[in-house]
C-alpha cells in the first residue's frame, strides 16, 4: 500500500476492556472487532481528528483475502481493513453470513 505508515502501538479496546498487543499492522480488537477511527488517508497516518469508534458491519473477499467493512460511529465514513489470524469471526455469524445481518421486524424494539 501506497505510503503505509507502521505503527506498533499497543491499546485497550473501548467496547470489551481486551488489552491488544499491537504488531505495527494492528487496527481493531481481535475480540469484538471494533477499532477507532484515527487514519485519514493511509493506514498508519493518525490524521484523523475524528477519534470515532469504527463498527464492524460487514465483511468481503477481495483478492482471496476477508476484509471486515467498518462504519465509523461518529462521521459516518466506510472503510475496509483486513483481518488477522488473530481475529474471532466465529463469534459474529450474523454480521458475518453472506446476505449479512437480518434487519429488525416490523413492530419490534
Known sequence: ????????ENFECEICGNLVK???YTD????????KHVDE??????KSACGGLMEPVGI???KGKLQ?????????????????KEDEISSFPLLFSPIGP????AGRR
Open 1 to 8: 500500500m501506497k505510503n503505509f505508515v507502521r505503527r506498533i
Open 22 to 24: 499491537g504488531d505495527g
Open 28 to 35: 481493531h480488537c481481535p475480540h469484538c472487532l471494533y477499532g
Open 41 to 46: 488517508t493511509v493506514p498508519g497516518d493518525r
Open 60 to 62: 468481503r473477499k477481495k
Open 68 to 84: 471486515i467493512e467498518y462504519r465509523c460511529q461518529k462521521c459516518g465514513k466506510v472503510f475496509f481493513c483486513k483481518t488477522s
Open 102 to 105: 437480518k434487519p429488525p421486524k
